[in-house]
């Protein structure tokens, strides 16, 4: 799934992270915990803009947030819970989602964007209560911002710096292979070492 993310965004550049990000905002599944720092690396190997990411992506959050909240607002609670768990939408996380926004109203659209899982499913009970769109819009614009400016500004540090991470990990996996091949040994050396069962002696 990350791969194919990740070959999707290499080939198709803002196109791809445009239709991944109005997907995960609509509920899909779709990770932009995976899809903006691997643009963030793209911005770092010189593919991609960082501005443009930034753009691109609050641009898609926007039309996402307004598709899902369209589809709650005409169709209501009960028709997007049944027809959204035919394309994997849990209907725990909208139950989670209304929870949060019953408690927060329109500060839960802004703070909601910025929260994994959550934030694709901040939209619908914003539609379901027909938030105006003068609050829903600004709401979600601040939360996405934030969301999508960190991880994209994250992603490309990563990519600059990749060289000096894996050389920082790279004795780290050795320690974990040693660490290991001593506890593979050790379970086999108790293996052969365990008591065995005497056998009964005949009557």
């Given at each position: 799934?990350?791969?194919?993310?990740?070959?999707?965004?290499?080939?198709?550049?803002y196109?791809?992270?445009f239709?991944?990000?109005?997907?995960?905002?609509?509920?899909?599944?779709?990770?932009?915990?995976?899809v903006?720092?691997?643009?963030?690396?793209?911005?770092?190997?010189?593919?991609?803009?960082?501005?443009?990411?930034?753009?691109?992506?609050?641009?898609?959050e926007?039309?996402g947030?307004?598709?899902?909240?369209?589809?709650?607002?005409?169709?209501?609670?009960?028709?997007?819970?049944?027809?959204?768990?035919?394309?994997?939408?849990?209907?725990?996380?909208?139950?989670?989602?209304?929870?949060?926004?019953?408690?927060?109203?329109?500060?839960?659209?802004?703070?909601?964007?910025?929260?994994?899982?959550?934030?694709?499913?901040?939209s619908?009970?914003?539609?379901?209560?027909?938030m105006?769109?003068?609050?829903?819009?600004?709401?979600?614009?601040?939360?996405?911002?934030?969301?999508?400016?960190?991880?994209?500004?994250?992603?490309?540090?990563?990519?600059?710096?990749f060289?000096r991470?894996g050389?920082?990990?790279?004795?780290?996996?050795?320690?974990?292979?040693?660490?290991?091949?001593?506890?593979l040994?050790y379970?086999?050396?108790?293996?052969v070492?365990?008591?065995?069962?005497?056998?009964?002696?005949?009557?």
């Open positions: 799934m990350i791969h194919s993310l990740e070959s999707f965004l290499t080939t198709a550049g196109l791809a992270l239709l991944l990000t109005v997907a995960q905002c609509c509920g899909f599944p779709v990770s932009s915990e995976v903006l720092p691997f643009a963030g690396v793209l911005v770092a190997t010189g593919t991609l803009s960082l501005p443009l990411v930034i753009l691109v992506a609050l641009l898609a926007l039309v947030a307004l598709i899902a909240y369209g589809i709650a607002a005409w169709v209501g609670r009960q028709a997007v819970v049944g027809f959204g768990q035919r394309f994997r939408l849990k209907e725990s996380h909208f139950e989670a989602a209304e929870r949060f926004y019953e408690r927060r109203g329109v500060v839960a659209v802004a703070v909601g964007r910025v929260l994994p899982v959550l934030r694709s499913y901040t619908y009970p914003a539609g379901f209560a027909r105006p769109l003068v609050k829903f819009i600004p709401a979600t614009l601040v939360g996405a911002l934030v969301w999508d400016a960190s991880l994209s500004i994250a992603g490309m540090e990563l990519g600059k710096n060289n991470i050389s920082v990990i790279k004795p780290v996996e050795y320690l974990v292979l040693a660490l290991l091949v001593v506890a040994l379970g086999a050396w108790r293996y070492k365990r008591p065995v069962a005497t056998a009964k002696e005949d009557l």
